[in-house]
């Protein structure tokens, strides 16, 4: 079997008090192995955002254990969540998150910042994680020079520059049409078959298909996996 990168462990999340409590995840186990390639699929409510966020150590679980590559998610600080989030994981989202102002190159180059690699060597590898997505030749580029499908590029290789052990994607089509939709999940065939192990939400099964595992949210829990 395959590496185990990432695992919850009856892990629930619940937000308000009393009776006016509401259970996002309700006993949720998963796991994530290196080289999968999951759609998390389910309808609106269903809990698949609220477990790409505690997988993506943005939120923690109220209940339940959360291991990343052997590590104790839930008992871990604030800033050493945030190291592990910059170490471990890459996101991206519907909505781009580039920053205007700066340069395809640029946005690229942001998370390397925090990992203190020197200005030379975050161009070069920013460079190369623009070329890998095909827009080497739009590095200086700002986001209103690019179409929404080179923005989602932009977004990918800033995603992969630090090299993450998981790529999550939140519904990271949502924004394009089909023909760009389907150059994105193109680009996501190939890093997943260059070894990147890919988590992907989305509510649109053509979307899906393109994953070689789904799992299916229904009140908080999985009630499938196929």
């Known amino acids: 079997m395959s590496n185990l990168i990432a695992k919850l462990s009856n892990v629930s999340k619940h937000y308000g008090e009393g009776d006016l409590i509401v259970k996002a995840l309700d006993g949720l186990n998963l796991e994530v192995h290196q080289g999968d ?9 269903s809990g698949k955002s609220t477990a790409m966020n505690i997988l993506g150590c943005l939120d923690r679980p109220s209940k339940g254990t959360y291991q990343l590559n052997g590590n104790a998610v839930e008992k871990l600080n604030d800033d ?3 190291d592990l989030r910059n170490q471990e994981l890459g996101f991206v989202f519907q909505q781009f998150h580039l920053l205007h102002d700066a340069t395809a190159l640029e946005n690229v180059m942001l998370p390397m910042l925090y990992a203190c690699i020197p200005t030379h060597e ?8 623009l070329d890998r ?3 080497r030749e739009r ?7 690019l179409s929404g499908g080179q923005q989602q590029r932009v977004a990918i290789a800033r995603a992969i520059i630090n090299k993450p052990s998981l790529l999550l994607a939140d519904e990271p089509t949502g924004a394009l049409d089909s023909n760009t939709t389907e150059e994105v999940l193109n680009l996501f ?5 260059q070894g990147i192990t890919l988590v992907l939400v989305t509510h649109e099964d053509e979307v899906a298909l393109r994953a070689k595992k789904k799992a299916l949210f229904k009140d908080g829990r999985i009630i499938e996996i196929c």
């Open 122 to 129: 975050r161009e070069k590898l920013a460079a190369e994680a």
């Open 37 to 45: 390639y999951l759609a998390v699929m389910g309808a609106s409510g």
């Open 139 to 145: 590095m200086n580029n700002r986001p209103n020079q």
């Open 80 to 82: 050493e969540l945030a």
């Open 133 to 135: 997505v095909g827009l």
């Open 189 to 193: 065939d190939e890093l997943h078959e």
